[in-house]
């Protein structure tokens, strides 16, 4: 190709995918800060342009957004009892490291209350990430009602920011109320959120933020919705999932038509953006903080970690409603096909042919929900 492109070593600081040392070296030492200054390099964009419904799917995306919207303190059982620990000894019928042989491993000696520990670890761990990237979906959303150009999308935008406002009130009630502690974010998580604000370019705000970290969490949520019983967060997940469905799409209907006039040079920014963030997001779910916190030699759970077949499944599936999106935006087969190479390599092209969010997202909405005691 007459284009340059980036390699490993210059996207993500390493040339090997899974260099557990290199994953390890990324730290944020300001994650412990309570306020974190990050600079916004965008325009903020005016349009006299206020014709509703030139963009007719984003126009149905925000009549439906209107009347979706929930309170999180009145709409769940807040009243409800959770018994944290009796949940993590439920879930360690799951299993940890699956069938893995553990005799030689620092998880040897280890009984029922150090595993029931380390589910209640893993809970505090995974709440406070959604918890920090659902701040960080706040603050790229208000920046997408400055940036974007249309009417349209300023819009539907607007009530996005409500919704992420919502959803990180919950998750942090959640914790305050029912869990038994937080976690500083994830030095991957922050890194990627960093940049999605740096850029200047609209667009990119879209894609790092409404594709990539809002993409993997609905499949996160969707995930942990189908595992979970406890009922107050079952249903929390459910109602954060209802918007998040939405807001996926508004990335994908948007995308669709400013990616169809780029030039392969500026595609290829976009498929190395995705590409850098794919592998961020996955690397944060190798949950470091919370092996550190137990008292586990790191590198050495790490180890384990990546071998487990069930931890290797569950990441694959994180990138399910991801790949599938990017396809719809051209993002996979522009450029000689180098994103589908990319995810060739992490072994998730598997999902190219799901269902599409912009396609999908109605079956989210809360009419078409379970009750919530089912």
Known sequence: ??????SNAELLGRDDLNDLEAILAVSAS????????VKDNAEAIFTWDYEKGARPALNKLYEKAKVSMWNGETDLPWDTVVDQEQVARDDMALGTFGDMDLSRTPFATWGDDEWANLGMEFQNWSLSQFMHGEQGALICTAKIVETVPWIDAKYYASTQVMDEARHVEVFAKYLDEKMSGHYPINAHLKMLLDDIIEDSRWDMTYLGMQIMVEGLALAAFGFMHAMVEEPLLKQLLRYVMSDEARHVAFGVLSLQEF???????????RQEFAYEASIRMRDRFLQQEVWDRMGVNVKEALQLVVQDPGRVIFQQMLFSK??????????????????????????????EDWVDTGDEYEAFALDNAAPATA
């Open 322 to 351: 991801i790949v599938p999106n990017c396809k719809k935006l051209g993002l996979l087969d522009r450029n000689d096909g180098w994103l589908r190479r990319r995810y060739e390599e992490m072994g998730v092209i598997q999902f």
């Open 259 to 269: 990616y169809a006039d780029l030039s392969d040079k500026e595609m290829l920014e």
């Open 30 to 37: 300001d994650q412990h800060e309570a306020i974190k200054a």
């Open 1 to 6: 190709m007459s284009i340059d492109e980036l």
